[in-house]
């Protein structure tokens, strides 16, 4: 079983920057792709942005040349920067890894962007 811990979400005014962390833990046979995925009230789940183990990355054109996704596989650990953060930018961020050929959810960390 695979437990995903995401942290830093927050309230930021719009402009501001955030990084979110996700840390995986248990029994993690090999990691595939790691991902991050957002969900603001009454909307799907929607996909912000993916990386392979290799280091490809994907983006949602939302927030293409904003944000940035990294991974550390030692750590078994995915980030994403956010910078110049929008009010529509505000949802649950979850954190999303694909292992032993099925996905596994973090427990989501709310980002906020208001003035």
């Known amino acids: 079983q695979v437990q995903l811990v995401e942290s830093g979400g927050d309230l930021v005014q719009p402009g501001g920057s955030l990084r979110l962390s996700c840390a995986a833990s248990?029994?993690?046979?090999?990691?595939?792709?790691m991902g991050w995925y957002r969900q603001a009230p009454g909307k799907q789940r929607d996909l912000v942005a993916d990386?392979?183990?290799?280091?490809?990355?994907n983006y949602a054109d939302s927030v293409k040349g904003r944000f940035t996704i990294s991974r550390d596989n030692a750590k078994k650990s995915v980030y994403l920067q956010m910078n110049s953060l929008k009010p529509e930018d505000t949802a649950v961020y979850y954190c999303?890894?694909?292992?032993?050929?099925?996905?596994?959810w973090g427990q989501g960390t709310q980002v906020t962007v208001s003035s």
């Open positions: 248990g029994t993690i046979f090999r990691i595939g792709a």
């Open positions: 990386i392979t183990r290799g280091g490809s990355t």
């Open positions: 999303n890894v694909f292992s032993g050929n099925r996905d596994y």
